[in-house]
């Protein structure tokens, strides 16, 4: 079975504004996939209707083929895993009723939760190494353990498919690479907007490029990131260098200069 | 193979069960012991004599020549003026608190309650129209509790909707609609009085609009009641979606459950016991605010514990509420609802006030 995640001829249009127009995105097995592209390009756009919190406009988004509209709410759950951006929530769940609300598509009416569900929770907390912290109060924990608390809960899911909208955000740079290695590693199929390209570069195997809600450019990092390339998406002038093992990176040099600044 | 932390987890859900048969022994103890209180004190030995009585006489049909038997003072003030109004109050309580807690997981706010949001006030509208103008006069001698539950909807959605416009609703936007709408229903209540300018009517009005459990009868509890306890299983039952409902509707989704039908059906059953609390007892505020407060203070925000516990805890607070509305001025009798608002109003400010407040006692 093919886990892919696809977007066909996707268009969103929200309060009068086309956000994105002609997206052709796939996510093949296994594969991860990275959306890159400047803030305002369309990226948490795109992914909102992968998710289905937003209906697009016009095309569709295709898990294995078949249409989402014809998977239910219940059944997409259990197939693809968020890691959103969030914003601070108003209550108090501990961090382990929060994982455990990972496991609530699979719960059926007033079937409660077993030692199963409760070993997958300190499965998925010990992934993202907060196992210490799981009778903690979700909101009083850093902005970073937050996302990993989330993270956990996306794991404790166990899709075959994973979308994380820029997840290393708020992260310390030792666990923005740890949480890269870990979707690295997963084996699962996974679409992440990112926003910095080193780390693209580093940890996808494929990526797209968003700008003005278009699709300007995808391949492999090594293909599509050249400094003319990051100059016309972003407007910076780059250096691109080359790791012993392959793998590009980036160094930016200077903003591209606008006239009389 | 169970680690020590799974163990620990198990160990507290049979807590949490313990905690509920705990109260459901605390609230039978509360009502037997509070029907002691009143005009004439009574030894708690009379109580179970006459309940003893009627068990007999229900359930094996026998008659038993006691003193507690049918037709003594006794049997009738135990029996039909004390026991029938302490047994609303533990229903109201327990139906207000219930409310409270699914009213501030739909609006995602810890400050929502029945009162706050006017909602009560809409059911009082509903209630004094019926009994004015004969409204719903198709429904009979159930016109009354048919309009306060339809006012009580009506309140419910005009205040979500006016919430919600113009992005997300806010605390500030929320509570600014709930009593906006509150004075809307009750100048119209008023106005309606001032209309009639009835003499028979207004005592009737008067418990609406200031809560009180003087006109408890067994029939209108029956029914109550059974609604009370309905509500409080079907919430357990969907324990798991109101903690997906605090998250909000994107995370809900992507956790496999799609809220928008359960937010309506779950307006529609707390408007439907509001609708009866109101019918019953008229408004009584702030129960459906203090007592999930101090609820999740001590066990948190997990809907399993929070909704068996709060309702217990609600009706076992109405009880002892009602006890010293009884006895605190001595031969005269304070209106339930001014008690309540006299002791929660000031919780809620203090609530409000504080820089932050989530769900819960995380500080």
Redesign the interface.
């Known amino acids: 079975m093919m886990w892919q995640v696809e977007t066909r001829n996707l268009a969103m249009k929200l309060g009068g504004q086309q956000i994105l127009e002609h997206i052709h995105v796939t996510a093949g097995k296994g594969q991860v996939v990275g959306i890159i592209g400047p803030n305002g390009s369309g990226k948490s756009t795109l992914l ?1 209707c992968i ?3 937003l209906q697009p406009t016009d095309g569709a988004v295709y898990l294995q083929g078949r249409e989402l509209g014809q998977y239910t ?2 059944q ?3 197939t ?3 890691v ?1 951006q969030h914003h601070g ?6 961090v ?2 929060m994982v455990l ?2 496991r ?2 699979y ?1 059926r ?2 079937e409660q939760d077993n ?1 199963q569900d ?2 997958i929770v ?1 499965e998925s907390l010990r992934m993202v190494g907060l196992e210490a912290k ?1 009778e903690r ?1 979700f ?2 924990l850093s902005g970073g353990e937050q996302q990993r608390v989330i993270l956990a809960r996306a794991l404790a ?1 166990q899709t075959p498919c994973l979308i994380l909208d820029e997840p290393t955000n708020h992260l310390d740079i030792q666990f923005q690479l740890q949480m890269m290695e870990l979707i690295r590693n997963i084996g699962k199929t996974v679409l992440l907007a990112v926003h910095d390209l080193n780390l693209a570069a580093a940890y996808c195997d494929y990526l797209f490029a968003l700008q003005d809600g278009h699709l300007v450019g995808s391949g492999t990092p090594t293909d599509l990131l050249t400094p003319e390339f990051i100059e016309k998406v972003y407007g910076v002038h780059a250096r691109v260098g080359t790791e012993e093992d392959g793998t590009p990176y980036i160094v930016y040099r200077t903003a591209r200069k606008e006239k009389n600044v | 193979m ?2 020590l ?2 163990n620990q ?2 160990r507290m859900d049979w807590a949490g069960a313990g905690v509920v048969w705990f109260l459901v022994l605390l609230l039978a103890v509360s009502l037997t012991a509070a029907v002691t209180f009143g005009t004439m004190s009574l030894p708690i030995r009379d109580v179970y004599g006459v309940l003893y009585y009627k068990a007999v006489h229900f359930f094996l049909g026998a008659e038993v020549p006691t003193q507690w038997a049918e037709g003594s003072a006794l049997h009738d003030v135990v029996w039909l003026i004390r026991l029938p109004r302490l047994v609303l109050g533990a229903a109201v309580g327990a139906a207000l608190a219930l409310c409270g807690v699914v009213m501030q997981a739909i609006v ?3 400050l929502a309650d029945p009162y706050i949001l006017g909602i009560s006030s809409g059911a009082s509208l509903g209630a004094t129209l019926a009994t004015l103008f004969s409204i719903c006069a198709v429904w009979g001698t159930k016109s009354v509790g048919v309009m306060a539950f339809v006012g009580a909807l009506m309140i419910s959605c005009a205040v979500l909707f006016l919430a919600n416009l113009g992005g997300r609703a806010t605390a500030v936007k929320l509570l600014l609609a709930g009593s906006a709408l509150s004075a809307v229903c009750n100048a119209f209540s008023n106005f309606a009085i001032y209309l009639r300018n009835d003499d028979h009517a207004p005592s009737q009005i008067i418990r609406w609009t200031m809560g009180g459990l003087g006109a408890a009868n067994w029939q209108d509890n029956q029914i109550f009641v059974l609604a009370v306890l309905a509500g409080t299983l079907f919430f357990i ?1 969907q324990c ?1 979606t109101l ?2 409902m ?6 809900a ?6 809220l928008h039908w359960h937010r309506i059906a779950y307006l529609l059953v707390t408007s439907l016991l509001i609708g009866l609390a109101v019918y019953n007892a008229g408004t009584i505020g702030f129960v459906g605010l203090v007592v999930p407060h101090g609820v ?1 203070l001590l066990l ?3 809907h399993r514990r929070l909704i068996p516990v709060s309702a217990l805890v609600g009706a076992i607070f109405l009880v002892w509420a009602d006890v010293a509305c009884r006895t605190v001025l001595p031969g005269n009798e304070i209106p339930i609802g001014i008690l309540t608002s006299m002791a929660g109003a000031p919780v809620f400010l203090y609530l409000m006030v504080r820089h932050r ?6 500080e």
């Not at chain 1, 929530?89 to 501990?94: A, E, R, S, V």
């Not at chain 2, 605090?246 to 995370?251: E, F, M, V, W």
């Open positions: 909102k998710y289905r919190v709410v219940r997409s759950a259990k693809l895993a968020v959103a929530y108003g209550f108090d769940f501990t382990r009723e609300m990972g609530s598509p719960k009416f007033l030692l409760y070993e300190s799981a109060i909101s009083t899911q | 169970r680690t932390k799974e987890k198990l995602k706010n810890p039952t798991r903690n997906l605090l998250l909000g509707d994107d995370n989704v992507t956790l496999g459950t799609d999740r948190g925000t997990d407040y989530g769900f819960g006692g995380s």
